[in-house]
C-alpha cells in the first residue's frame, strides 16, 4: 500500500514537472497558446488550465504525453546548439532548406515533429 502511494506522488511530480517545462519551452521559443496546443495535441482549453498551472500533462494520455517530450527534447537541443532564445525563434520559424519547409510548419503534426527532432539532434553544432 505504501509502494502504491509513493508511486502515485512520483507520478504526479513528474507529471507537474513534464507541465512545467513544456509550457517554459513553449515560452521560451515563443508560441501562442493555440500553436502549442496544436503541436502536444491539446484542446485550447486545456492548453489555457496548463498555461495558468490548473492543469498538468496527464501520461495515460500518450499523445499529449508523448508530444510534450519530444517538444521538450526540440526546446533543449535548440537551447545547447543557439544558446538563445532570440536565434531559436528565428531558427524555429524560418525557412529551412535541409528539411524542406520552416520547422514550425513541420511540427504541427506527430511525424514532423519526429523529423524535426531528429534532424537538431543529428546536426549537432552545425546549423
Do not use: C
Not at 512545467?20 to 482549453?45: C, D, N, V, W
Request: aromatic content about 10%; overall charge negative; glycine content about 6%.
Amino acid at each position: 500500500m505504501v509502494m502504491t502511494a509513493q508511486l502515485q506522488v512520483d507520478s504526479q511530480l513528474t507529471a507537474a514537472a513534464l507541465s512545467k517545462a513544456a509550457f517554459r519551452a513553449s515560452e521560451y521559443l515563443g508560441l501562442k497558446q493555440k500553436e502549442f496546443g496544436q503541436i502536444i495535441g491539446l484542446s485550447p482549453t486545456k492548453v489555457s488550465h496548463l498555461w495558468s498551472a490548473h492543469y498538468t500533462l496527464n501520461p495515460s494520455i500518450k499523445s499529449e504525453w508523448e508530444n510534450s517530450i519530444l517538444f521538450i527534447r526540440l526546446f533543449t537541443s535548440l537551447d545547447a546548439i543557439l544558446g538563445e532564445k532570440e536565434a531559436a525563434r528565428i531558427w524555429l520559424r524560418g525557412e529551412n532548406i535541409a528539411l524542406g519547409d520552416s520547422p514550425f510548419n513541420l511540427i504541427q503534426n506527430v511525424e514532423g515533429l519526429v523529423h524535426v527532432v531528429n534532424y537538431v539532434d543529428s546536426s549537432g553544432n552545425s546549423f
